[in-house]
């Protein structure tokens, strides 16, 4: 068990505690849900089922959800058991989704995702091939609204297809698609705010990506394990050095024009108890709009971070996985349960919607 501070009453002082206007959603508090694919939905349709409702249900006390990456097409598809939001039966599960999340008080955006495909780098994509996947995240932002979110996050970090484009190792295009290879995500960027009214649209980055955040294919691709101090991946493409933070700089500095929600950022590997807040800061004066942090947070840095002024929110995601109420127990000072990792993709009830709330007993 994870412990912290033990206080004796609920204490609304706390920045974490605070409401908060990110675009148009309201938001009662700043503790965020951070997206998390669980690979639950197993049927053949990857249709979201009534396990989905219940995990989203008992963490309706975030002050926002923010539903895992969900496939914006079938081509789209990269994983097994992850839901998708382009078709009709979808849009109808998801319907059911959002409606208990709703009736709990709770508020939830979907993250519209496409992965990227290696057997087809960048530079193979034609440009109706980019027509297609801007029109697929456009569709994808108008579904997600028929079936009641409250909105959308866009997912251009990590390993992702638009990440990629972001990246000018691996974006050797000559074509107005190269780098620095913010054209297709700008476009798709209009494209997903034009299906909603005012500002219901969050962007996710990750500019200080490493080797120590590579997913698992790219670590088994090596051979061997990444580290944070594995000086032999120099070449890891994802490596966030100056010129690309230089290329975020420049990109973020063009979302701040458009009708964007929040931007969330998520920072470095924490290289001790408490995240770079300098990494945040560097963004939080390129952006003017609401800022979520993420990447390593408690309650103590979440408060501080926000206290400060560098971050409106902050997202939790290995925490929300064990502990549903984990706003009631950051508000009430109580301990936070740790989750099983070897239950967290296995598709069924256990170590998703089994954790039990906070119990004096």
Same mark, same amino acid.
């Given at each position: 068990m994870m412990r912290q501070q033990q206080d004796n009453e609920f204490d609304e002082a706390r920045p974490l505690l605070r409401p908060v206007a990110l675009g148009d959603l309201r938001l009662p508090n700043r503790v965020v849900m951070a997206p998390l694919t669980r690979c639950r939905a197993t049927n053949e349709d990857l249709v979201p089922t009534g396990l989905h409702a219940a995990y989203y249900g008992q963490r309706a006390g975030a002050g926002?959800?923010?539903?895992?990456?969900?496939?914006v097409s079938a081509e789209a598809i990269g994983l097994p058991n992850v839901p998708g939001i382009y078709s009709e039966r979808q849009v109808a599960a998801w319907r059911r989704v959002t409606g208990l999340v709703h009736a709990l008080g709770g508020r939830i955006v979907l993250q519209l995702w496409r992965p990227g495909d290696d057997s087809r780098p960048v530079r193979e994509?034609?440009? @109706?091939?980019?027509?297609?996947?801007?029109?697929? !995240?456009?569709?994808?932002?108008?579904?997600? +609204? +028929?079936?009641g979110f409250d909105g959308v996050e866009i997912a251009a970090n990590g390993t992702h297809l638009l990440a990629r484009f972001l990246n000018r190792r691996l974006n050797r295009r000559t074509d107005g698609y190269g780098r620095p290879g913010h054209r297709l995500l700008l476009e798709i960027v209009d494209a997903v705010t034009a299906a909603w009214d005012g500002r219901r649209v969050g962007i996710r980055l990750s500019p200080y990506w490493s080797a120590a955040d590579a997913p698992a294919a790219d670590r088994s691709r090596a051979g061997r394990p990444f580290t944070a101090d594995d000086r032999t991946l120099a070449d890891y493409p994802f490596t966030g050095d100056d010129r690309t933070l230089a290329d975020y700089d420049a990109l973020v500095a063009e979302l701040d024009e458009r009708p964007l929600a929040y931007l969330h950022l998520r920072g470095p590997v924490p290289g001790g108890p408490v995240p770079d807040f300098d990494a !945040?800061?560097?963004?939080?004066?390129? !952006?003017?709009? @609401?800022?979520i942090a993420n990447h390593g947070f408690d309650r103590d840095s979440g408060d501080a971070i926000v206290g400060a002024g560098l971050a409106d929110a902050v997202s939790f995601a290995r925490l929300f996985v064990a502990n549903p109420d984990l706003v009631s127990r950051f508000a009430l000072g109580?301990?936070?349960?740790?989750a099983d990792p070897g239950a967290h993709y296995t598709g069924g009830a256990r170590g998703y919607v089994d954790h039990p709330i906070w119990s004096a007993s």
């Open positions: 926002l959800i923010v539903a895992e990456g969900t496939w994509m034609s440009v @109706p091939d980019l027509e297609r996947v801007i029109a697929e !995240f456009g569709a994808a932002s108008g579904n997600a +609204r +028929r079936a !945040f800061a560097r963004y939080r004066k390129l !952006f003017d709009g @609401p800022l109580h301990e936070t349960a740790a």
